[in-house]
DNA sequence: CATGAATGAGGTTTCATTCAT
DNA sequence: GATGAATGAAACCTCATTCAT
């Protein structure tokens, strides 16, 4: 996807295939958010596309497959940028706040992609394993970056899932929070989400 | 529920019906677990529970009444004990300890209960309203609670909603790992969850 | 099947759900006939039935397994009375003919379901296993017979597959042209069919 | 149809449209094997043969007239050469004799447009009416053969139709069943077969 | 109280076919 | 001539729910 926006706003586009196969995308967004991917079916999203429900099937094998290649597609657009924010700095402790400022800043910029990421979390088996095997593989320089932290000694001694537990997990939360108020956390509040993270890891 | 064992065993029981929406409630449980509240379907259910789908019916309005019901009486099961546990101690801080060593035991002790819990928050739409806003009463002592310790000036001021979600939101979360991957934490991992709770927290 | 004659007339049935399953039977025969087992869809069937075409599944898993009950069922009414006729007298080539006699009257007695089991030799990947199998071990009896009439030595010396090639075969294969066009064969084409089949085989 | 060996092999095409148009009937041959007539659809013809569905449609009005086209195609590849083969004797009953040879022999030579025929013949439904028209007319001659047979008094004095179905039919079916077994019949049986006949018929 | 039977509505998916390019 | 994209219709099947017994 060489223009992330493309999921949010539909103006602009070129060809008519990607139009739809656009349509179909937001449709699974907002059918996410509204009904939960419970609720969500291959007719609602075809209704809300404004699309056949056999138009779906020229794009997608099946509705796991359309949802695991549109968890790919959101994996991609999030950790657009990522690897540069954390490696703009050096320290492991100021790389991983770099990557919670990452998490939320695309959250409030994509909270959409965030609450259908979310979403997938809970309900893997509706996702084709391809989609949760990438999703995996994409969070694995985290676990890494978390390994790093540990190493250096500045945080206590605990293992990486603790670590993300206690900080992008709360953080992830928090957002997902402020997305069903439509409300956004202001910039002290940010402060706070980190501040709270960093201090419960900290030696 | 007067005996919250009742979820557990099957033996021992003495009137007939609570024998079946026992069943039932067993069905739902497993089933929440095995193909998750997504495709938990009351056939399902009543081939599980040896009912008929009837018979269901019989207990519970509509789908959404059922699991609005179970989720009450798993609230109440879950909340056992919890006030006299937190009164022990005087301490705000200390009582919060309390409350979060509360949740860890239980979880430890009801998984499936814990499952069932998160499984609904996840998919507040499949449960009736009754459920739901029984849920939120629920949670109303505990973010006093939370007010308390925050007027003690032990801790940060920060809003209780971002307190609860660096402590029992992360726990809850920690003990879902343990649940899917069919383990429980030690004694030095549960002291290691609150430590990091509290931490993240304190001033 | 305590009553073969339940297929073919719907009177004096006791029980609803017989009279349910008889009829979604009766339509399988007459859409067979209609228009093929290709052609046949649960659908059309449960129209023709008079019954929802979920009721359909309070009988059978799928439409496999509908169409293999149904097959063992009609296996059941075609061979009734056969091994009776066939042990009537000693010699193996009086009991092929007794066979062949009664293959040919039942065929006239039931032509639908001779029509029924003929088409789903033809197409055996529309019917579950089980029907297939049961099917065959229906044949085992048969191929013996005509074992027994080798062993005799009052016929070629030929495998059982040809002999049934050159007598069974084509006497179904006529009585299936006798029911396309409407007609049935009189008593002396009856005589001759057998005659053909004994006269290919014999020595 | 020039040239019938365009079924088999696909090199040294000239036409590209007949290139095309060979991959297409090659492709229905195949998945009248593997699935049947009734598992038959144009998407999957379109995706074996490489080319649009559309196309297909370039060739053909229709399903049923595409394997309406086929079968009269494969009839003229099955009788290529009968009619000398058969007028090469004169006898009529050394004629069906040669009749069945050629029966025989293009049926080994082209077992999967063999099995098509056969396929077609149990869902002429399935099939327009032109190539069952064609079918029918190209049987006429064989019926006439067997008129002069029956005329010439060294057979038994029974219809046609009896006359095919001992000798014919029963071959035919008897290959069906090498063709799904995978195996050819021997010299002595392929004599076996046409013996069979001839007794049956002979007075 | 309990149920087996029944169903309309809706689910996913494939079908034969068309059309703009 | 050839196609990828598109679709209405129809395929199979499951759903939550009701009702006579």
């Given at each position: 996807m060489t223009n992330e926006q493309s999921f949010i706003y539909n103006e602009d586009m070129r060809k008519i295939d990607e139009n739809k196969k656009d349509a179909i995308t937001q449709a699974v967004f907002q059918l996410t958010q509204e009904v939960g991917l419970v609720g969500l079916s291959i007719a609602k999203v075809a209704k809300l596309a404004a699309?056949?429900?056999?138009?779906?099937y020229i794009y997608y094998k099946d509705k796991a497959d359309m949802l695991s290649q549109i968890l790919i597609q959101v994996k991609d657009t999030f950790d657009d940028g990522m690897e540069e924010t954390i490696l703009s700095v050096s320290e492991p402790l100021e790389q991983v706040k770099k990557f919670l400022n990452h998490v939320i800043r695309q959250s409030m910029k994509y909270p959409q992609l965030a609450y259908f990421m979310h979403a997938t979390m809970e309900s893997p088996n509706e996702i084709a394993p391809e989609g949760i095997a990438y999703s995996q593989k994409r969070t694995e320089p985290i676990i890494e970056l978390y390994n790093r932290l540990i190493a250096s000694g500045?945080?206590?001694?605990?293992s990486p899932d603790l670590m993300i537990g206690w900080t992008a997990v709360p953080i992830a939360d928090q957002l997902q929070l402020h997305f069903r108020n439509g409300t956004l956390p202001n910039e002290a509040e940010i402060q706070q989400m980190i501040e709270l993270s960093i201090d419960a890891i900290k030696k």
């Open positions: 699309v056949s429900p056999a138009t779906i500045k945080v206590k001694n605990i």
